[in-house]
């Protein structure tokens, strides 16, 4: 007779991924293929104060705020992380994100080390971060070129930026190579599966041992 334990669901928190890498090296195509495939990540959605586009919706491509807005936001802690963007500020606040956890979900952010170095002073005990390396500095030019979305000067340009961001790859708590996309997806979902068994992510733990010692056999 099988056990009444199999299929036993113990409650979990959620965790926050945080993808980083140097444009071109593949964290969004990485963070979308998460998001298609694993039904537990929600992609964060960020606060802003540029104006809306009129194909945007506020609330799911961005969460849109005046200046005065953002800076209420800000000042009294609601924000996980910001940064100046052109002119405008773009954030990821706190109030979503940490529902999600508690509800047992998974937040997926697809960011620059800077904001994954603010998210590690705010949220040190939840988020695991990963950089993704391209694997040749040649090979990276060559995916930005294929792009066929920017100049040479502006590739130049990214690629004097890839290397300032690729200096801060020792931050972080996973580092994989892309060098073939599909290894590399593994590689990512192996490190998410192992992160969300760990013992201080899975609080039901303490009810299923409870449960499990006081069992008559």
């Known amino acids: 007779m099988p056990s009444k334990k199999a299929g036993f669901p113990i409650r979990r928190r959620g965790l926050m991924l945080a993808l980083s890498s140097p444009s071109g090296a593949g964290k969004s195509t990485i963070a979308r293929n998460l998001l298609e495939s694993d039904n537990q990540f929600e992609m964060s959605v960020s606060v802003t104060t540029r ?70 002073e705010k949220m040190r005990g939840d988020i695991v971060s990963i950089f993704i390396l391209p694997p040749s500095m040649a090979e990276l030019k060559e995916r930005l070129k294929r792009r066929a979305e920017d100049q040479e000067a502006v590739i130049e340009t990214r690629l004097n930026n890839a290397r300032d961001e690729i200096e801060h790859w020792t931050e972080y708590d996973f580092v994989v190579v892309n060098d073939d996309l599909d290894r590399v997806f593994s590689q990512v979902v192996s490190i998410v599966t192992a992160e969300r068994l760990r013992r201080d992510r899975r609080p039901g733990l303490f009810d299923f041992v409870s449960e499990l010692l006081n069992e008559p056999v």
Not at 61 to 86: C, G, K, Q
């Open 51 to 120: 104006p809306r586009r009129g194909s945007e919706i506020d609330g799911r491509h961005y969460h849109f705020h005046s200046l005065r807005e953002f800076e209420m936001l800000r000042d009294n802690d609601e924000l996980l992380e910001w940064a100046e963007v052109h002119g405008n500020y773009y954030a990821t606040p706190r109030g979503p994100a940490e529902r999600a956890m508690a509800e047992g979900r998974d937040m997926l952010f697809d960011i620059d080390w800077q904001g994954a170095q603010q998210l590690r």
